[in-house]
């Protein structure tokens, strides 16, 4: 199993923006994931393994920018305009059966830890 290790999350504003990294131990095509509390995971993003092939869900699209540093191993998630809904918690996802988009997270066995996203006060 690939170990990924996140980083990021904390308080923002809304209208303001988060940033959030991922690495992991090779380079693998990866997916960004967020799940409010007592809901599903919900699908973000997803970036190629080769290429910076990207594809965004339609409530990010405009927002959002996922990035990759090849020579460390790190994805990263870029959001803009941060609304209400979006701050929740995020998760990097890697699977080894992945297919471009790869938007279902049954495609994913290897997860985050989490990175959790609060609207300040």
């Known amino acids: 199993q690939v170990h990924l290790v996140q980083s990021g999350g904390g308080v923002v504003q809304a209208g303001g923006s988060l940033r959030l990294s991922c690495a992991a131990s090779g380079r693998y095509p990866m997916a960004w994931f967020r799940q409010a509390s007592g809901k599903e995971r919900e ?4 970036i190629a393994a080769a290429g ?11 927002r959002c920018t996922v990035s990759r540093e090849d020579a460390e191993n790190k994805v990263y998630q870029q959001l803009n305009d941060l609304k209400p809904e979006d701050t929740v918690v995020y998760y ?3 699977s080894p059966t992945f297919i471009f988009p790869g938007t279902s997270e049954r495609l994913y066995d290897n997860w985050g830890q ?4 609060t609207l300040s006060s």
């Open 43 to 46: 699908f973000v993003a997803t």
């Open 52 to 62: 910076g092939r990207t594809y965004y869900q339609d409530s990010v699209k405009g």
């Open 92 to 94: 990097c996802a890697l």
């Open 114 to 117: 989490g990175a959790q996203v």
